[in-house]
């Protein structure tokens, strides 16, 4: 079976929107109806976050939902658990995203295994560095179908990026910004010149911005520079307020895609 990530970049090239959440947040249970729920509402793609007690990249809000999903009791053992019939319910592709040392404790083999019986398609470590995946755990990876997404920085080099793109084969994961995950009001011009740079790079695999996006500004503007744009810490918050999780998951949805209608 082909890849769903790379059939979705087949099927629809441009305003993908990639929505994360963390696992076990706000309550432990609702993990998988907050995955129909974006499905149903029209997001493309779904981030789901394995909490962890150091998430270095996250600012406050993901950190926040972090240490409440660990106090709730969200585990990698108990998230495989709750997804294990989640691709009769769901057909969009799913990304686990999370931190190395938990991946590590629970054993990588095992992990990317899990991961493909489940129906993951690609996974975000963005503390395990590009030379140690090529090196020790990419046959995991390949073995079990699954796409391990990259992240680059404004600080990244040309050399790297174009090593980056030649080990990927799902989409690059384009931090906005050298800062942790956090809502935005805007795209900054030095931003847009760093979109643009990428842009013209014209590298084999799509690209997605995230860290920062928030609102239907952000997320149209960044797709003018790239196939898409990942939303994290303004659904954090949206799934904090009061309210149904289909209501809160809907209304979110809807603001975003209000300005992709308006483009």
Same mark, same amino acid.
């Given at each position: 079976? =082909?890849?769903?990530? #790379? ?6 090239? #441009? ?9 076990? $947040?706000p309550q432990l249970n609702e993990t998988e109806e907050i995955i129909v729920e974006l499905e149903k509402s029209g997001a493309d793609l779904i981030e789901i976050g394995?909490? $962890?007690?150091?998430?270095? &990249?996250?600012?406050?809000?993901? *950190?926040?939902?972090?240490?409440? &999903?660990? !106090? #709730? ?26 931190? $190395? ?12 295994? @899990? &991961? ?17 995946? =090529? ?14 997404? $990259? ?24 931090? /906005? ?6 809502? @935005?009001?805007?795209?900054? =011009? *030095? ?30 503007? /960044? ?13 954090? !918050?949206?799934? /904090? =307020? ?16 209000? /300005?992709?209608?308006? #483009?």
């Amino acid at each position: 079976m =082909e890849n769903r990530i #790379n059939q979705l970049f087949k099927e629809k090239p #441009n305003n993908i929107l990639s929505v994360y959440f963390t696992a076990g $947040f706000p309550q432990l249970n609702e993990t998988e109806e907050i995955i129909v729920e974006l499905e149903k509402s029209g997001a493309d793609l779904i981030e789901i976050g394995i909490p $962890f007690s150091d998430p270095v &990249a996250d600012g406050p809000t993901i *950190q926040k939902s972090s240490d409440k &999903a660990l !106090k #709730n009791g969200m585990s990698i053992k108990l998230l495989f658990e709750q997804l294990k019939d989640i691709r009769q319910k769901v057909k969009l592709p799913l990304v686990l995203m999370g931190y $190395f040392n938990n991946v590590l404790q629970y054993g990588v083999e095992d992990f990317c295994r @899990k &991961a493909n019986e489940i129906g993951i398609d690609g996974i975000i470590l963005p503390d395990l560095p590009l030379e140690v995946y =090529e090196n020790e755990y990419r046959p995991f990876f390949e073995q079990n179908n699954l796409r391990n997404i $990259f992240l680059i920085t404004p600080q990244t080099s040309e050399a790297r990026i174009r090593k980056i793109d030649d080990l990927s084969n799902g989409f690059i994961y384009m931090v /906005s910004s050298s800062s942790t995950t956090g809502a @935005k009001s805007n795209v900054t =011009e *030095q931003q847009e010149a760093y979109f643009k740079r990428i842009q013209e790079m014209n590298l084999k695999n799509p690209r997605l911005v995230g860290f920062g996006i928030s609102n239907n500004t952000t997320f149209v503007n /960044s797709c003018r520079y790239s196939h898409g744009a990942i939303v994290g810490s303004a659904f954090i !918050k949206a799934l /904090s =307020e009061e309210g149904s999780i289909s209501q809160n998951v809907k209304k979110f949805i809807d603001l975003i895609h209000s /300005s992709e209608e308006n #483009n």
